[in-house]
Nanobody, 124 residues
Framework: QVHLVESGGGSVQAGGSLRLSCAASGVTYSSYCMAWFRQAPGKEREGVASINAVSTTWYADSVKGRFTISQDNAKNSLFLQMNSLKPEAPAMYYC??????????????????WGQGTPVTVSS
């Protein structure tokens, strides 16, 4: 059983930075994807960034060049460094895990386990 716990959310001014963390337990698989999704009130959940077991990464076009996804396999942790944040509606950021995958499309249906989310607010 995979258990995911996000942390690091908060409020920041536009242009600032935040680093999100996801502590994962039960991750003992050689092939997987982990990803960050976000959801603003009244909007669909969207993929932000994803990474596979050998640290190949994918990014949504809206965050390329500003966000960096990474992982520390020894500590079973996933990170999202968010720089040059833009003012937008508050959103919950979720960590997600997909079993047995190498190509990490950010399709919600592919992900088997989800964390509870951490909130991010960017003010202008």
């Amino acid at each position: 059983q995979v258990h995911l716990v996000e942390s690091g959310g908060g409020s920041v001014q536009a242009g600032g930075s935040l680093r999100l963390s996801c502590a994962a337990s039960g991750v003992t698989y050689s092939s997987y994807c982990m990803a960050w999704f976000r959801q603003a009130p009244g909007k669909e959940r969207e993929g932000v960034a994803s990474i596979n077991a050998v640290s190949t990464t994918w990014y949504a076009d809206s965050v390329k060049g500003r966000f960096t996804i990474s992982q520390d396999n020894a500590k079973n942790s996933l990170f999202l460094q968010m720089n040059s944040l833009k003012p937008e509606a508050p959103a919950m950021y979720y960590c997600a895990f997909a079993l047995g995958r190498w190509f990490c499309q950010m399709n919600q249906a592919d992900y088997n386990y989800w964390g509870q989310g951490t909130p991010v607010t960017v003010s202008s």
